[in-house]
Nanobody, 119 residues
Framework: QVQLVESGGGLVQAGGSLRLSCAAS????????MAWFRQAPGKERDFVAR????????YYADSVKGRFTISRDNAKNTVYLQMNSLKPEETAVYYC????????????WGQGTQVTVSS
């Protein structure tokens, strides 16, 4: 089993920045795909960004391109999400997800961290 623990959420003004962290523990060896999702109140969970491969391949939702950066520290089994120029509509619970092969969705999810962007 793999455990994911997010941290770094909080309250920030519009235009501000936050960096989220997600630490993987347990049977984390072989986890290649790690991603961030977010869920705003009353809405579905949306994809934000993904990172995979030894070269750190990345993929972003169009809405965050150029403002968010996903990265990982393999030695620490940790993935980060640097969020800049935050908007009030990005207020949500941000979730970390992980999987080894991503053939059937993400097998592991964190408990989420709240990000609130005030206007």
């Amino acid at each position: 089993q793999v455990q994911l623990v997010e941290s770094g959420g909080g309250l920030v003004q519009a235009g501000g920045s936050l960096r989220l962290s997600c630490a993987a523990s347990g049977r984390a060896f072989g986890i290649d795909f790690m991603a961030w999702f977010r869920q705003a109140p009353g809405k579905e969970r949306d994809f934000v960004a993904r990172i995979w491969g030894s070269g750190g391949n990345t993929y972003y939702a169009d809405s965050v391109k150029g403002r968010f950066t996903i990265s990982r520290d393999n030695a620490k089994n940790t993935v980060y999400l640097q969020m800049n120029s935050l908007k009030p509509e990005e207020t949500a619970v941000y979730y970390c997800a992980a999987d080894k092969l991503l053939t059937g969705g993400y097998a592991y999810w964190g408990q989420g961290t709240q990000v609130t962007v005030s206007s």
